[in-house]
Protein backbone atom coordinates (compact mmCIF):
# COMPACT_ATOMS: atom_id res chain seq x y z
CA UNK A 1 0.00 0.00 0.00
CA UNK A 2 1.50 3.52 -0.89
CA UNK A 3 -0.28 6.82 0.31
CA UNK A 4 0.54 10.15 -1.49
CA UNK A 5 0.41 13.53 -0.99
CA UNK A 6 0.60 16.12 -3.52
CA UNK A 7 1.20 19.69 -1.76
CA UNK A 8 2.67 23.24 -4.08
CA UNK A 9 -0.55 23.95 -6.14
CA UNK A 10 -2.04 27.38 -5.83
CA UNK A 11 -2.61 30.69 -7.95
CA UNK A 12 -0.22 32.20 -10.28
CA UNK A 13 -0.32 34.84 -13.32
CA UNK A 14 0.24 33.65 -16.93
CA UNK A 15 3.92 33.22 -17.24
CA UNK A 16 4.79 31.93 -13.79
CA UNK A 17 6.23 28.77 -12.32
CA UNK A 18 5.28 26.12 -9.37
CA UNK A 19 6.49 23.17 -8.24
CA UNK A 20 4.42 20.14 -7.13
CA UNK A 21 5.64 17.62 -5.23
CA UNK A 22 4.33 14.39 -4.20
CA UNK A 23 5.11 12.64 -1.27
CA UNK A 24 4.77 8.51 -0.78
CA UNK A 25 4.46 6.45 1.85
CA UNK A 26 6.37 3.34 2.37
CA UNK A 27 9.76 2.04 2.02
CA UNK A 28 9.63 0.88 -1.64
CA UNK A 29 8.94 4.30 -3.66
CA UNK A 30 11.66 3.08 -5.69
CA UNK A 31 9.71 -0.02 -6.61
CA UNK A 32 6.90 2.30 -8.39
CA UNK A 33 6.84 4.64 -11.72
CA UNK A 34 5.15 7.56 -11.17
CA UNK A 35 2.93 9.82 -13.06
CA UNK A 36 0.64 13.14 -12.75
CA UNK A 37 -2.40 13.90 -14.22
CA UNK A 38 -4.81 16.83 -14.38
CA UNK A 39 -8.28 17.50 -14.10
CA UNK A 40 -10.11 20.80 -15.18
CA UNK A 41 -13.56 21.09 -14.46
CA UNK A 42 -15.96 19.27 -16.85
CA UNK A 43 -13.74 17.29 -18.53
CA UNK A 44 -11.76 13.83 -18.56
CA UNK A 45 -8.00 13.31 -16.32
CA UNK A 46 -5.71 13.78 -18.58
CA UNK A 47 -2.03 12.69 -18.43
CA UNK A 48 0.91 15.66 -17.64
CA UNK A 49 3.83 13.21 -17.37
CA UNK A 50 5.53 10.42 -16.07
CA UNK A 51 8.76 8.76 -14.80
CA UNK A 52 10.06 5.60 -14.53
CA UNK A 53 11.11 3.75 -11.33
CA UNK A 54 15.16 4.90 -10.94
CA UNK A 55 14.08 7.98 -13.18
CA UNK A 56 15.80 6.70 -16.24
CA UNK A 57 13.11 7.20 -18.76
CA UNK A 58 10.71 10.22 -18.61
CA UNK A 59 7.18 10.91 -20.76
CA UNK A 60 5.22 14.26 -21.02
CA UNK A 61 2.39 15.39 -22.89
CA UNK A 62 2.60 17.11 -25.92
CA UNK A 63 0.74 19.84 -24.33
CA UNK A 64 3.32 20.63 -21.90
CA UNK A 65 6.77 19.72 -23.70
CA UNK A 66 9.46 22.08 -22.83
CA UNK A 67 7.09 23.59 -20.34
CA UNK A 68 7.13 21.09 -17.57
CA UNK A 69 9.36 18.69 -15.91
CA UNK A 70 9.02 15.51 -14.21
CA UNK A 71 11.65 14.64 -11.71
CA UNK A 72 11.61 11.91 -8.81
CA UNK A 73 13.79 12.19 -5.54
CA UNK A 74 13.87 8.43 -4.21
CA UNK A 75 16.02 8.96 -1.00
CA UNK A 76 12.96 11.77 0.01
CA UNK A 77 9.95 9.14 -1.60
CA UNK A 78 8.57 12.19 -3.61
CA UNK A 79 8.36 13.47 -7.36
CA UNK A 80 8.38 16.49 -8.37
CA UNK A 81 6.72 18.48 -11.14
CA UNK A 82 8.01 21.71 -12.06
CA UNK A 83 6.07 23.86 -14.13
CA UNK A 84 7.38 27.20 -16.20
CA UNK A 85 5.92 29.14 -18.57
CA UNK A 86 2.21 28.30 -17.31
CA UNK A 87 -1.00 29.02 -19.35
CA UNK A 88 -4.60 29.18 -18.25
CA UNK A 89 -5.61 26.56 -19.87
CA UNK A 90 -3.14 24.47 -16.97
CA UNK A 91 -5.91 25.24 -15.08
CA UNK A 92 -6.76 22.00 -13.56
CA UNK A 93 -6.70 19.41 -10.15
CA UNK A 94 -2.77 17.90 -10.83
CA UNK A 95 -2.87 14.41 -9.49
CA UNK A 96 -0.32 12.51 -8.88
CA UNK A 97 -0.14 8.62 -9.26
CA UNK A 98 1.73 5.44 -8.72
CA UNK A 99 2.36 2.00 -10.70
CA UNK A 100 4.03 -1.29 -9.60
CA UNK A 101 4.18 -2.48 -13.31
CA UNK A 102 4.72 -1.16 -16.69
CA UNK A 103 2.51 -0.43 -18.87
CA UNK A 104 0.91 2.68 -20.78
CA UNK A 105 1.97 5.69 -18.76
CA UNK A 106 -0.40 7.88 -20.55
CA UNK A 107 -4.28 5.97 -18.98
CA UNK A 108 -4.93 6.33 -16.25
CA UNK A 109 -5.86 2.57 -15.23
CA UNK A 110 -1.96 1.79 -15.58
CA UNK A 111 -1.63 3.61 -12.01
CA UNK A 112 -2.65 1.67 -9.14
CA UNK A 113 -2.17 4.22 -6.48
CA UNK A 114 -3.62 8.35 -6.85
CA UNK A 115 -3.25 11.27 -4.39
CA UNK A 116 -6.27 13.36 -3.49
CA UNK A 117 -4.88 16.08 -5.71
CA UNK A 118 -3.72 19.97 -5.48
CA UNK A 119 -5.22 23.07 -7.25
CA UNK A 120 -3.67 24.61 -9.90
CA UNK A 121 -5.02 27.70 -10.94
CA UNK A 122 -3.42 30.32 -13.38
CA UNK A 123 -4.36 33.31 -13.87
CA UNK A 124 -4.49 35.19 -17.15
Known amino acids: QVQLVESGGGLVQAGGSLRLSCAASGRTFSSYAMGWFRQAPGKEREFVAA????????YSADSVKGRFTISRDNAKNTVYLQMNSLKPEDTAVYYCAAARTSGNWRIPVTYDYWGQGTQVTVSS
Open 51 to 58: ITWSGGNT
